[in-house]
């Protein structure tokens, strides 16, 4: 029996093509990967959908969540096995970790994209969708939650990041590595995730803001977000989660007018702790109420953060959240 598979075009740098005499990459008025078969597999049959034609910049979350409730449903009437997204790499990882959250369907859900366009020396965007395919059509590939599939590497869209501007082993999972790697002969895995987090969410309405922590930064920003009524705080603290003592009165501030503040680290290793007591410290910050998140950068704890408070306003409520 056939495998179906769902192939969702969204943009991005593995739909477009560069301009020979001027070297610009932009987008053209048609997908070339829409209407060419890459994938001659008799054992698959795939449909092939262009939901979007966007650079990765003008992603936002709400283009998201239609993304996710066009996976969900169109999984539901279809009864497709697996599904792969085409996108652009920019905004690849927070797409691929709001799927994660709010994708209600079991079925493998891949990720993928390009470092080149579809016509330069070398284009990866062709052999990214043919192991894109391979993923999702795996056995193997269920219950991990959505999956990132880039230069033979298969990876969790939690931990996954974008690490160089042009390489195209630009995808990384810096504190785990990836979970499996793609062969001629398919997907083989070696890891599996231990957690799975989903939330059902119809809109995408909180403004949530993130900023990265600097020496001698102050409270102003702090100040202003609380004036600008923002739903939420992300910050890239300093080491294992800490500031500057200039941005303690800004960060009362929000969270006595209940605006979560979540920490993460600006270093890509590691989690936050509230460990040092000194003036700033994370066990100074934790007694002002701020959240520690458990590994996620400081983009995905704000995808996280916008989905959560569509679910709750409960700071202790959001802080046992953030540790999964």
Do not use: W
């Not at 987008?27 to 966007?54: H, M």
């Not at 990765?56 to 009437?77: A, G």
């Amino acid at each position: 029996m056939k495998k179906k598979i769902l192939l969702l075009h969204t943009g991005g740098t593995i739909s477009m093509s560069e301009d020979e005499q001027t070297g610009e990459v932009s987008p053209g008025d048609k997908n070339p990967l829409a209407s060419t078969p890459l994938v001659e597999d008799p054992t698959l049959t795939i449909d092939g959908v262009e939901l979007f034609n966007l650079p990765s910049p003008h992603i936002t979350p709400k283009h998201m969540l239609e993304l996710t409730n066009f996976i969900d449903q169109q999984v539901k009437n279809n009864t497709y096995d697996g599904v792969v997204v085409t996108h652009g790499t920019d905004t690849l990882e927070e797409t691929a970790f709001f799927l994660d959250l709010t994708v209600q369907t079991k079925v493998p859900i891949v990720i993928t994209g390009a470092m080149r366009s579809s016509n330069e020396i070398g284009s990866d965007g062709p052999y990214n969708l043919l192991s894109s395919v391979k993923v999702a059509a795996s056995k193997e590939a269920q219950g991990k939650g959505v999956l990132v599939v880039l230069n033979d590497e298969i990876h969790t869209a939690k931990n996954v990041t974008k690490t160089h501007t042009s390489n195209i082993a630009t995808f990384q999972s810096p504190q785990y590595g990836p979970i499996g790697i793609v062969t001629k002969r398919g997907a083989s895995f070696h890891h599996s995730p231990v957690t799975d987090d989903k939330y059902t969410i119809s809109s995408v309405s909180k403004n949530v803001m993130l900023l990265k922590a600097y020496a001698g930064m102050d409270s102003a920003i702090f100040y202003l977000f609380k004036q600008m009524e923002v739903d939420g705080v992300v910050i890239e603290a300093l080491g294992q989660g800490n500031l500057p003592p200039t941005t303690l009165k800004g960060i009362k501030a929000l969270t006595e007018s209940n605006i979560p503040v979540v920490l993460v680290s600006r270093c890509f290793n590691g989690i936050v702790q509230d460990i040092y007591g000194y003036e700033g410290g994370g066990r100074h910050l934790k007694q002002f109420g701020v959240i520690f998140s458990n590994g996620l950068n400081g983009q995905k704890a704000r995808i996280k953060l916008m989905v959560v408070l569509e679910t709750t306003n409960d700071i202790e409520k959001i802080q046992s959240l953030f540790l999964r």
